[in-house]
């Protein structure tokens, strides 16, 4: 079973997270999972990646992002991506979204692959009984995002268990 085992908050710089946008119609099997193999398959981390220092940006700037936005009354967002420095040219075939800086109220799912996913509800109040308000953007929508950090998430533990960071944007 999937637990929350830390939370904190983290500032963060003003970033351009740049990947390509999905939406429900965009699942396969009722995941995004099979886009997530196209960006492996394709290497588009790595080229994203390798016009800047990703260690450089921010501490887990490395980390590969799946980034959502919720409003209510209007679709919903995934993104698959990575987080550059303001300002990075975005290439042929991706978009962006400029965020300025911000805190991040941070929540670690600890568990096996696929009971860590679907958890952003549970982190945001865990988030909220901590203090932490989550906010949203100027144009009312929230942008939540997971965040996988070598190696908690790419490297199991002795039981099979790895661990996927849930972000939220909170007030500072």
Same mark, same amino acid.
């Given at each position: 079973? *999937?637990? /929350? #085992?830390?939370?904190? $908050? ?5 970033? $351009?997270? #740049? ?5 429900? *119609?965009?699942?396969? %099997?009722?995941?995004?999972? *099979?886009?997530? !193999? ?14 800047? @220092?990703?260690?450089? +940006?921010?501490?887990? !700037? %490395?980390?590969?992002?799946? +980034?959502? $936005? ?27 979204? @400029? ?5 991040? !109220?941070?929540?670690? &799912? ?5 009971? #860590? ?16 308000? /989550? #906010?949203? @953007? ?13 190696? $908690?998430?790419?490297?199991? %533990?002795? %039981?099979?268990?790895?661990?996927? @960071?849930?972000?939220?944007? &909170?007030?500072?």
């Amino acid at each position: 079973m *999937a637990k /929350i #085992i830390r939370t904190y $908050r983290q500032k963060v710089p003003a970033m $351009r997270f #740049i990947g390509r946008k999905y939406l429900d *119609a965009d699942r396969v %099997d009722g995941t995004f999972a *099979a886009h997530w !193999g196209e960006w492996f398959k394709q290497g588009w981390f790595e080229k994203l990646q390798s016009t800047f @220092d990703p260690q450089a +940006l921010y501490e887990d !700037g %490395d980390a590969t992002v799946g +980034l959502m $936005r919720w409003k209510e009354e209007e679709p919903f967002e995934y993104w698959i991506g990575v987080f550059c420095p303001e300002g990075t040219p975005v290439p042929e075939g991706f978009l962006s979204v @400029d965020f300025p800086p911000a805190t991040l !109220g941070v929540a670690w &799912v600890y568990g096996k692959e696929p009971e #860590i996913y679907g958890q952003e509800y549970e982190c945001a109040e865990t988030l909220k009984k901590q203090g932490m308000e /989550i #906010i949203s @953007d100027e144009a009312g929508a929230y942008w939540f995002f997971e965040r996988y950090t070598c190696p $908690r998430f790419t490297t199991p %533990d002795e %039981d099979g268990n790895v661990i996927l @960071d849930i972000c939220q944007y &909170v007030a500072s």
